[in-house]
C-alpha cells in the first residue's frame, strides 16, 4: 500500500524537491551575503548596546544605530518581495498536493479499484495522509529552518520578529501553515470530487483563514500594552525592542487621544508651541512586547494545527459516505 502510494506521488515529491533546490540556490547566496554585510556595519553590536528596554533616552548611539539599519534596509530592500514568496509557499501545498490526493481518485474513480483489494478506506486514507503528511512535515521543517536563518538580518535591522511579514515566516509558524494547507486541500476533495475546484477551495480557503487569525487574532492574543512619553522629555522608543507596536497617537493633558496615528517632538524644553494638543501633550504607544515572539508562536501553530487535524477528521468521515 505505502509503495503504490509513493509511486503515485512520487514526481510531486521529485518536483518539491527541486523546487526547494531552486530556491535554496537563492537563498544562500543572498543570505550569506546579508549576514556578511550585518555583520560589517556592526549592526548586532549597535543594537545590543540599546539593550531590550521599551524606551530610552535619544543618544547618538539611537541615532548611529538607524541610520545603519537604514542603511541595510536600502541595500536589502528587495529582498522583502522575496519574503512574501515564502509566505505563499504553504498553500501551494495544500493546492497541489492536498487537494488532488482524494479529488483526483474520485474523479478517475481509482479509489474503487483500492477499496475491492481487501483494503478498507480508513486503511487507505490513513496510509495516504500519514505518507504525504509526512513528507510535507519534512520539508516544511527544512523550509522553515532555511527561511528563518535567510530573513533574521532583515528582521533584525527593521521592526522585529513579531511584525507581520517576519513573523509569517520564521519560527515554527511556517511548518503549521503548510499542515493546515495541506488538510484543507485534503478536506475540500473529499466534497468537492473534481481536482479544479478542490484546489480552488483550498486557495480561497487558505487566504481567508490566514488573513482572519493575522489581522483579528493575533494582535489580541494577549493584552496589549501602552505606554506614554513627554515629547520634549528626550526619551524615544527604543528600535532594538523588537515591540510589534499596534497603534500611535497623541493624547492630551486630559488624556484624551487628540492626533491619531501621529507623533510630537522632540520638542526644546519650553514645549512644543502651536501643536493642537495642547499643553502637556504626551506620545501615546499601544504594543506587543517583542520578547512575546515565542509565545505568540505557539499559541499560532497550536491554532492552525489544531484546524488541521479537525480538517482531517471531517474528511475521513465524509469517505465513509463515498460511493
Not at 56 to 70: D, F
Not at 150 to 162: E, I
Not at 223 to 252: E, I
Amino acid at each position: 500500500m505505502i509503495w503504490l502510494i509513493w509511486r503515485q506521488h512520487r514526481k510531486q515529491a521529485l518536483f518539491t524537491l527541486a523546487a526547494l533546490a531552486a530556491l535554496g540556490a537563492l537563498m544562500v547566496p543572498t543570505g550569506l551575503a546579508m549576514h556578511a554585510k550585518y555583520d560589517r556595519l556592526g549592526l548586532g553590536a549597535c543594537r545590543s548596546t540599546l539593550g531590550s528596554a521599551s524606551l530610552i533616552t535619544q543618544t547618538e548611539a539611537v541615532s548611529r544605530c538607524g541610520s545603519l539599519g537604514h542603511q541595510f534596509q536600502q541595500e536589502f530592500s528587495g529582498m522583502v518581495s522575496i519574503a512574501v514568496l515564502f509566505v505563499v509557499l504553504p498553500v501551494l501545498v495544500g493546492v497541489f498536493f492536498g487537494a488532488p490526493l482524494v479529488a483526483r481518485e474520485i474523479e478517475q474513480g481509482t479509489h474503487r479499484l483500492v477499496w475491492t483489494q481487501g483494503v478498507s478506506r480508513l486503511q487507505w486514507a490513513v496510509a495516504k495522509f500519514g505518507l504525504v503528511g509526512a513528507m510535507t512535515v519534512v520539508l516544511s521543517v527544512g523550509y522553515a529552518l532555511g527561511v528563518s536563518w535567510w530573513f533574521r538580518p532583515l528582521v533584525s535591522a527593521s521592526t522585529g520578529r513579531l511584525s507581520y511579514l517576519s513573523f509569517d515566516v520564521q519560527g515554527i509558524v511556517p511548518i503549521a501553515y503548510t499542515l493546515f494547507a495541506l488538510a484543507l486541500g485534503v478536506f475540500a476533495g473529499t466534497y468537492w470530487r473534481k481536482v479544479l475546484p478542490a484546489m480552488a477551495i483550498a486557495l480561497a480557503g487558505f487566504a481567508v483563514v490566514r488573513v482572519a487569525i493575522e489581522v483579528l487574532a493575533r494582535p489580541r492574543y494577549l493584552p496589549a500594552q501602552s505606554l506614554t512619553f513627554a515629547p520634549a522629555g528626550g526619551q524615544t522608543p527604543n528600535p532594538a525592542s523588537g515591540n510589534w507596536v499596534l497603534d500611535v497617537g497623541v493624547r492630551n493633558a486630559a488624556g484624551e487621544l487628540v492626533l491619531p496615528n501621529a507623533q510630537i517632538g522632540p520638542c526644546p524644553p519650553g514645549g512644543c508651541t502651536g501643536s493642537e494638543a495642547g499643553p502637556g501633550a504626551v506620545n501615546w504607544l499601544q504594543y506587543q512586547p517583542g520578547d512575546r515572539f515565542w509565545l505568540f508562536q505557539g499559541i499560532e501553530t497550536g491554532i492552525f494545527v489544531v484546524l488541521a487535524a479537525a480538517l482531517v477528521f471531517f474528511a475521513l468521515r465524509r469517505l465513509r459516505t463515498i460511493a
